[in-house]
């Protein structure tokens, strides 16, 4: 004879099968939240951040730091003069069609000499 | 002048808002997770084989549930939630152990059933469930005990809906199966 088991039958059959959450378990658990709220850091435990003015304290951080690093920039920008060349001697071949120009750079390092 | 008085007429009304935050959530929770702690508890005792180590998973559950509350969407359903959440402790305990001794027989379990038709389906279907891999026993008894459809099984594990049924299928067949030998006997 085959048996004709369906999904409710097992549905029932695994359902009437219960336990009972231990006790020990439960007070346990209680005893861990517990824990858990004393242990807490103080700072962080008194700390709403569902105020606007906490949620959005990194944006304004952010936004401030922006507005300094523009006002006050780290790195000066260059003196253009400074780096500007300088033409020393400029003179032309004109019969050539050339035109020489000697330039100075302010950068200019003679290595060679160094050597 | 007027600054600090400002500075603690806030720090006062954040306090007040803390405190009502922190009894709400607690209450909330209570509400939600109370009615569902049994049926939880059972589903961890049975994917976990009858161990002592589900009241260890049961534990590590309520606290990581109450430690996540506050990010649960409150429009969505509590329930695939938490048994989510209990489903991932289970694969993390089993990751942790390669074998589950269990700690009741399925025998002594069944002795309180006088019917025995009764006695020797659910004897039946626990021997086959003991028998499934871990993440097999959890499909089943999400499915067969707690009553979650095959989609919501498929979102809560990451399983293939088409993979649960062939587990269901197959859980069923060996349960049939078992039962025809057991009947022929």
Known sequence: MKNRINDNDIKLGVKSLNFDIPSDVVSKVNNLIVEREQTRNYFWKHINFANPFIKWAPAYLTLFLVLIMGTFPLKKDPDLSKLTTEIKIEYELKDKNIKILWVKKQNFLLRRLKK | ?185
């Open chain 2, 1 to 185: 002048m007027a600054l600090p008085s400002l500075i603690f007429s806030r720090r006062e009304k954040r306090e007040i808002s803390i405190e009502k935050t922190d009894v709400e959530i607690k209450e909330t929770f209570n509400e939600l997770f109370i009615p569902l702690s049994r049926n939880l508890y059972n589903f961890i005792f049975k994917s976990t084989n009858f161990s002592e180590d589900a009241n260890d998973v049961f534990q590590e559950t309520v606290m990581r549930a109450l430690k996540y509350f506050k990010k649960f969407d409150r429009t969505k359903s509590f329930k695939p939630w938490i048994f989510t959440i209990a489903n991932n402790e289970i694969k993390r305990h089993f990751k942790n152990k390669s074998f589950l001794y269990s700690d009741k027989n399925v025998d002594a379990l069944c002795e309180k059933f006088h019917d025995e038709a009764e006695r020797k389906l659910v004897k039946a279907i626990y021997i086959v469930a003991e028998n499934l891999k871990p993440r097999d026993r959890q499909v089943f008894f999400l499915f067969y005990d707690n009553g979650f459809s095959i989609t919501e099984i498929s979102v809560m594990t990451g399983i293939k809906t088409g993979y649960i049924k062939v587990i269901l299928s197959n859980a069923r067949k060996a349960v049939r199966k078992l039962l025809e030998v057991r009947n022929e006997k």
